[in-house]
DNA sequence: TTAAACTTTCAATACTTTTTGAAAGTTCAG
DNA sequence: CTGAACTTTCAAAAAGTATTGAAAGTTTAA
C-alpha cells in the first residue's frame, strides 16, 4: 500500500465514520482530505479529489466552515479560495461535540423539563410513574450535559489527564 | 395536556432524538412506549398504539432485546409474549454507547493503526506528515476509547460523582 | 397430530436524505 | 463599467433507509 492508497482508505473510512454518527459522508470526506493534504485545496482539487459535484463540495465546505474545523486560506496571487483543516484534533473533537448537543440534546432536555412540570400535578399512580421516568432521565441527562459543558470548555491535557488518573 | 398527550410527546421527541443519532426512529418510540407504559406490553400492543407493521414492531423488539435494554414478560395464563423496558437509565445508556463503541469506533481504530504502521516506513515529508496526522488522530482515539471502557465497567455513582467533583 | 395462536422473514413500496449541475449571484482586475 | 473568474443556490434525480404486510415458520394446548 503506497501513501496514495493509505490516504485514501484513511478518506474512504473516515466517510463511513461520519454517515453511522450522522455527519453527512461528503462532509466528513471533505475533512479527511484536508487533514492529509500536505497544501491548502481549492474547491475544483475537492472536487476532482473525490468526484463529487460543485455543489456537494461547496455545501460541505460551508458546513465544515460554520463548524470551525477548516480554514479559508487566501494564497497570494491567486483569486481561488484555499482550504486547510484545523490538525488539532481535541479541538475540533469538541467543536463537533458541542454543535451537536446544542443542536440535539439540548432541545430534549427542554422537552424533559416541560413534561416533568406538565405531570408533577397528576396523582394518579399512573400519572406518578411517568413523573418519575421522565425525571429521572432528565436527572441523567443533565448531569451528562454538564460535564460534557465543563470538558468543552476546559483545555485538553490539564483535563483529560485527570480523568485518565482517576479511572485508570 | 392531559398524561395520554404527555406521553405521546415524549415518545415522538425519542424517536426524533434517536433518528439524529443514527437509531432508528421506530426502534427509538418502541423504547419510550415501553418506558412509559405502566404495564407491559405485547406486539399487538404496540403495533395499535404506534401504528406501525408487525414486521417493524418485530424488528424493533428483536433490536432492542438484543442490546439488552428490554425484556420479555411472561404473563401467567397468556401465551402471548409481553415486553417490559430496562428503567436504570444509566445501565441502558451505558448498553447502547458500548454498542456503538464496538461496531463503529474500534474498526476504526484498527483502521488507523494499520495506517500507522504502514505509513511509519515512508521517509518523504509528505509521509512523515500524514503518519503524524494519523498518528495523532489514533492517539486521541485510544485514550477516548480507553476512557470509554473504564466508565462502562464501573458502575454509575461512585464515578460520575468522582468525574462531577473534578470538573466542577 | 392438529390447528389455532403467535412470531419472524423478506420482497416490494414508501419515504428521507444526498447529490447533481445548470443557472444565478458575486467579486475584482483592467 | 465590464466581463471573466469564481462562489452559491436550488429544483430535479439518484441513492439510501425504513416500513409494510402477506406468507412462511414455530410453538403449544388439547
Redesign the interface.
Known amino acids: 500500500?503506497d501513501?496514495q492508497e493509505?490516504?485514501q482508505?484513511?478518506i474512504d473510512?473516515w466517510g463511513s465514520?461520519g454517515s453511522?454518527?450522522?455527519i453527512n459522508k461528503s462532509v466528513a470526506q471533505v475533512q479527511a482530505l484536508l487533514?492529509?493534504s500536505?497544501t491548502p485545496l481549492s474547491t475544483d482539487d475537492i472536487m476532482d479529489t473525490l468526484t463529487i459535484s460543485r455543489g456537494n463540495a461547496n455545501m460541505s465546505l460551508r458546513q465544515l466552515l460554520d463548524y470551525g474545523i477548516i480554514y479559508k486560506k487566501v494564497l497570494a496571487g491567486d483569486r481561488k479560495e484555499y482550504f486547510v483543516a484545523e490538525?488539532d484534533?481535541?479541538k475540533w473533537?469538541v467543536r463537533i461535540a458541542m454543535m451537536r448537543k446544542q443542536k440535539?440534546i439540548d432541545p430534549?432536555m427542554n422537552?424533559?423539563k416541560e413534561?416533568k412540570e406538565?405531570?408533577k400535578k397528576?396523582k394518579?399512580?399512573?400519572?406518578k410513574?411517568?413523573n418519575k421516568?421522565?425525571d429521572?432521565?432528565h436527572l441523567?441527562t443533565e448531569?451528562m450535559s454538564?460535564?460534557a459543558d465543563?470538558?468543552f470548555t476546559?483545555n485538553r491535557g490539564e483535563?483529560?489527564l485527570?480523568?485518565?488518573k482517576?479511572?485508570?
Open positions: 500500500m501513501l493509505s490516504k482508505k484513511f473510512t465514520l453511522e454518527w450522522g487533514l492529509v500536505s490538525k484534533v481535541w473533537a440535539e430534549v422537552v424533559l413534561l406538565e405531570t397528576i394518579t399512580p399512573e400519572g410513574e411517568f421516568t421522565v429521572d432521565i441523567f448531569q454538564n460535564l465543563k470538558i476546559s483535563l483529560l485527570k480523568l485518565l482517576i479511572v485508570m
